[in-house]
Nanobody, 126 residues
Framework: QVVESGGGFVQSGGSLRLSCSIEGFSLDNYVITWFHQAPGKERLGVSYIKNTDGSTWYRNSVKGRFTISRDNAKNSIYLQMNMLKSEDTGVYYC?????????????????????WGQGTQVTVST
């Protein structure tokens, strides 16, 4: 089970911290990705962390503003979002998939990410 929390309403320039708590399985050998779905648009990968080696990746639009982190003891992943902009508005989903060669890390497909949360709404006002 994947459960996100931490979304809300914030003014432009503000901050939010999203949490992704995973229950029922260990995150060892998993990739955990935060996806963003803006209103009327497709779901896009924003940031991921490979729990195999701790490596991270960020979409250019959030580099320098968002930070992904993990707490293996709590089986949780976090997304610290600073300097929020109106274009960051949307639903944020946490997804987990077992790392494998050839995995499409930015694809919101169930084949790559079989475990999804229900999403958490982030609204940034101008």
């Amino acid at each position: 089970q994947v459960v996100e929390s931490g979304g809300g309403f914030v003014q432009s320039g503000g901050s939010l911290r999203l949490s992704c708590s995973i229950e029922g399985f260990s995150l060892d050998n998993y990739v955990i990705t935060w996806f963003h779905q803006a209103p009327g648009k497709e779901r896009l990968g924003v940031s991921y962390i490979k729990n195999t080696d701790g490596s991270t990746w960020y979409r250019n639009s959030v580099k320098g503003r968002f930070t992904i982190s993990r707490d293996n003891a709590k089986n949780s992943i976090y997304l610290q979002m600073n300097m929020l902009k109106s274009e960051d508005t949307g639903v944020y989903y946490c997804a987990a998939g077992r790392w494998r060669q050839g995995m499409s890390l930015l694809s919101p497909d169930l084949e790559d990410y079989p475990y999804w949360g229900q999403g958490t709404q982030v609204t940034v006002s101008t």
